[in-house]
């Protein structure tokens, strides 16, 4: 299959690149906020200009159509990713996916590719749970492994619930939740990703094929303490909350590091917050993950008992268990592919949410020659960019081309 046009996909990344932008030089791209509308908008216009069928589903997340999906109902091959980031995320985590999907198409159509099977575009809603707290909550929500009340009831640092987002960004919320139609469309998904890592550079590859996704969760852990004056409060009349959270940061780093895994408190709440006033509570979120389930699970149970030392409270706020991806599936991309490599990844994604459900799914991943992601310093190189467009194109025409 040909390569893709480097305007072409240049063309699409200028679009979208100044879009949620922030000062730090990294993305604020958050769910159903102003930001995420002027992307929502610009994916659906790319749709249309390709003339392909757009739909959203019960949850939110954006499907654009090749061919008639229920004309071939399960038959469906698609591709894509989110465009949400974390605060200050980087250019390519989510973006490329979306991008290179549309220049898969792209690069098909320029060839005459007429698609045996119906070829579906995606972007799902809220990837990275930055705002409301739980990832992948598009395609837990289609999928059905995210409640809708749970998920409407989510609030954000001001407070304001998914359900009054929701409303504001114009939403109607009526049948909001699980849509099985849309997840039965599907007959393999694959998502193509910067990789989150330096695999691909170690080796000298531009591309390949994801295998699995670690086990990997997120919980809340309350510390409780008693407010009070800064300047007026004996140190052995104190109970302040910070002390048991500080204590636990770092009991959650060996923890992890006892036990091979990834622990990770990148977010804190303080209360009340003021420089002067000793924390009547502290917030902390952890991040767990590893190649080991049993492993992880022993990380976050000597986790919560430190914490519990401390009068905390932990609540599991989201949970994925390791998701392997179908293996014919990878099989037949490697093929379709050549010898690239296959990797495994601790990042999350939509692709692993659909996989869980049942989905026939996979990854493609591109280098990333800084192997840094989560930060405005997350890089890949055009070059191995448009490899991931073209790798993608060779994929799709393998899995939606006439049989034989
Ligand atoms: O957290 C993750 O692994 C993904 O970026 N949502
Ligand atoms: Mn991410
Ligand atoms: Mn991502």
Not at 100 to 107: H, N
Not at 153 to 176: K, Q
Not at 231 to 252: E, K, Q, S
Not at 264 to 272: C, E
């Amino acid at each position: 299959m040909t390569s893709s046009s480097a305007p072409g996909f240049a063309g699409l990344w200028a679009a979208l690149e100044p879009v949620g932008r922030s000062s730090s030089g990294g993305y604020r791209r958050f769910a159903w906020s102003a930001t995420d509308r002027v992307l929502r908008e610009w994916f659906a216009d790319e749709c249309a200009k390709r003339g392909l069928d757009y739909v959203e589903d019960r949850a939110g997340n954006q499907w654009a159509w090749w061919g008639d999906p229920d004309a071939a109902p399960g038959q469906g091959v698609v591709t894509g990713s989110h465009l949400d980031s974390v605060p200050d995320g980087g250019p390519f985590d989510g973006p490329l996916g979306v991008i290179s999907a549309l220049a898969a198409v792209d690069a098909l159509r320029r060839v005459g590719f007429q698609p045996a099977k119906p070829i579906g575009v995606v972007c799902f809603a809220d990837e990275e749970g930055a705002r409301f707290g739980v990832a992948c909550s598009g395609s837990r929500l289609v999928a059905g492994s995210l409640s809708p009340e749970r998920a409407l009831a989510l609030r954000d640092v001001d407070g304001l619930s998914m359900a009054e987002a929701l409303t504001a960004a114009g939403r109607d919320l009526t049948g909001f939740g699980p849509d099985p139609a849309a997840v039965q469309r599907v007959g393999h998904f694959v998502e193509l990703h910067v990789e989150q890592g330096r695999a691909l550079d170690h080796i000298g590859a531009s591309v390949a094929v994801g295998t699995d996704i670690w086990p990997h969760g997120r919980w809340r852990i309350d510390f409780p303490g008693e407010a009070n004056h800064a300047g007026t409060t004996a140190l052995r009349d104190r109970r302040d909350a910070m002390l048991g959270y500080a204590d636990t940061v770092l009991a959650a780093r060996a923890t992890a590091q006892e036990h091979d895994c990834l622990a990770t408190i990148g977010r804190v709440s303080v209360r009340p917050g003021a420089v002067n006033a000793i924390p009547s509570s502290v917030t902390g979120w952890l991040d767990v993950r590893g190649s080991d389930p049993t492993a992880v699970r022993r990380t976050v149970l000597d986790i919560t008992a430190h914490a519990g030392s401390f009068g905390a409270t932990v609540v599991e706020e989201s949970w994925t268990d390791d998701t392997r991806f179908d293996t014919s599936l990878v099989r037949r991309m490697q093929r379709a592919l050549g010898n690239v490599p296959l990797l495994s990844t601790g990042a999350g994604h939509d692709a692993g949410v659909l996989a869980a459900a049942g989905v026939s799914s996979a990854m493609l991943f591109v280098r990333n020659p800084s192997g840094v992601s989560h930060s405005p310093a997350e890089r890949a190189e055009l070059a191995d960019c448009l490899a991931g467009v073209e790798a993608l194109t060779t994929v799709l025409a393998d899995l939606a081309g006439p049989p034989g």
